[in-house]
């Protein structure tokens, strides 16, 4: 009986979404899942009342990770309720916590503190973003700066309810769509948006149009088209590494005829290396302002949110190859980095996730996947498994990090690792969504289906 | 050194083995994923534009 177990009267009855109680038709959940779009994206513009024009947004080059936008109420995105899951995760999977998921009540106990500690976070995070100056109260007002908390607050705990309305309603889960709706816009409202982007200016903000209005003033500005190309190459390119599979061949030494072929993907950890490694190096920034603002810029001095010095320099998202401010040496450091800490990340996912050898042997053995003529012992298994995880582990993880620092270089819209998350997202969504219709067509199907708890 | 060396050569072999896409197969996977961009972008597009025309909330 954990500590979690005392608390379970209040965790089990916190007020959540109703599940549905007949089972939803395709149109039903396209419905949902388009009516919460439309609603974040309208909470998107809902702009922070008493927020000091100063603010800064810290986590720039994050915000593809994040989602949210930038001075609305929800400024703080799907942040909190990442953090609460990763941390909880930690704590379960360290067994600090005496979860066991399998069993249902220690299930509804565990959503239940996921959805505490997701509230608490957002809470917290408002707080420390207003008193820390990121998104500070008109003149320092306090009054201002509670109402600003208040509103960040109100903000992440219509997210965390919408993100449950769409996991149960809808399509995936409401924190990919989410990520998926912030970029998406990023890259639509980046390459057409005709308005200017200052009241005045004549000269439209979207890139494409810009190009086009130079054009007409026959002025040819193909360093304009550069994020668009780079955008392209980056879905191009991500689309065939997401469809890349190796087919590890389970031949038996003893008999030749037992043949089975297990298929892994090449990017083997998904995109989650990469969010680990842009979220710790956005951290480093983040404690580099934070000590120089304290007065020991040991990381780095800042300008403004832009470091000009020191560690923080080299790990920040580089500008653009077209830039004029474009720095070949801090593109090349802040490459490397990336794709250094995604191997890294990649190895520790594959560890933690139970994607290991010995892991996926023993999902072979046990019967879970049937794999055609071949019943091998599981020690053999796992010597040949042996022979490929780990190569792609590592390929994977470089392969995510490439892409993602070569998006950020040409300045993709959206950025590299936003294109390269909403490509992942969606393909997986379009798996999820066609099962579903199979099951429309095929009643009889899904009690089939459902038996082996696809 | 000897170890980069084999390691390499390992990895050489993963990708040689892995089945690309076939042509089929890629412009499905490119044409859903853009479909999905393009649908969900201009819904955003919209939404945004609408608001920074009527200037009323930003």
């Given at each position: ?283 480093i920034q983040?404690w580099a302002s934070?000590l120089e ?6 990381l780095g ?6 470091p000009?010095?020191?560690?923080a ?142 | ?58």
């Open positions: 009986m954990g500590f979690l177990h005392r608390f379970e009267h209040i965790l089990t009855r916190l007020p959540e979404v109703e599940r549905p109680r007949y089972a939803l038709s395709f149109s039903d959940r396209i419905k949902w899942t388009g009516f919460i779009l439309v609603i974040y994206f309208l909470l998107g513009e809902v702009a922070l009342y008493g927020l000091d024009p100063r603010a800064v947004d810290l986590f720039e080059n994050l915000r593809a990770v994040i989602a949210g936008k930038f001075g609305s109420v929800i400024s703080l995105g799907i942040g909190p309720i990442v953090t609460a899951s990763i941390i909880l995760q930690i704590l379960v999977g360290g067994k600090l916590i005496d979860l066991d998921l399998s069993n249902p009540r220690d299930k509804l106990i565990y959503s239940g503190t996921q959805k505490l500690l997701a509230i608490a976070f957002t809470i917290f995070e408002a707080s420390v973003m207003v008193l820390m100056g990121a998104l500070p109260g008109l003149n320092n007002d306090p009054h201002y700066q509670l109402l600003i908390i208040a509103q960040l607050t109100f903000g992440g705990i219509l997210i965390i309810y919408m993100d449950e309305i769409v996991s149960r309603w809808g399509f995936g889960s409401g924190i990919g769509l989410f990520i998926v709706a912030g970029v998406c816009a990023e890259i639509a409202v980046g390459a057409f948006n005709p308005l200017p982007a200052v009241k005045g200016e004549a000269v439209p903000s979207g890139r494409i149009m810009a190009f086009l209005y130079f054009l007409f003033n026959n002025q040819t500005r193909f360093d304009l088209l550069v994020p668009i190309l780079g955008t392209l190459l980056v879905f191009a390119a991500v689309v065939y590494a997401e469809s890349v599979r190796v087919e590890i061949p389970l031949t038996y030494g003893r008999f030749r005829g037992a043949k089975g072929r297990y298929p892994i993907k090449f990017i083997y950890a998904s995109n989650i290396p990469v969010i680990f490694a842009s979220i710790l190096m956005a951290n983040l934070m603002r304290v007065g020991y810029p040991l001095e800042f300008a403004g949110n832009r000009v010095s020191g560690l320099y080299y790990i920040q998202r580089p500008h653009p190859v077209y830039s004029p401010d474009f720095d070949p040496i801090v593109a090349l450091v802040y490459s490397i980095l990336l794709i250094g800490f995604s191997i890294l990340f990649s190895k520790f996912w594959v560890e933690t996730a139970g994607m290991d050898p010995k892991t996926v042997a023993k999902q072979l053995q046990s019967g879970g996947m049937v794999i055609p003529g071949f019943r091998g012992d599981i020690r053999i298994i796992e010597k040949i498994l042996n022979r490929y995880i780990p190569s792609v582990t590592i390929l994977g993880g470089a392969a995510v990090g490439g892409l993602a620092a070569f998006g950020d270089l040409t300045g993709a819209l959206g950025g590299g690792t936003g294109v390269l998350l909403t490509v992942g997202i969606l393909y997986h969504l379009y798996e999820q969504m066609a099962r579903e219709q199979l099951f429309e067509v095929h009643p009889m199907l899904r009690r089939f289906m459902g038996e082996l708890g696809i | 050194m000897k170890m980069i060396k084999e390691k390499v050569r390992e990895w050489d072999r993963v990708i040689k083995l892995s089945r690309k896409p076939t042509k089929s197969e890629y412009i499905m996977v490119a044409k859903i994923t853009g479909l999905g961009i393009v649908i969900i972008g201009a819904i955003g597009f919209l939404i945004r534009i609408a608001i920074q025309l009527t200037g009323v909330i930003l």
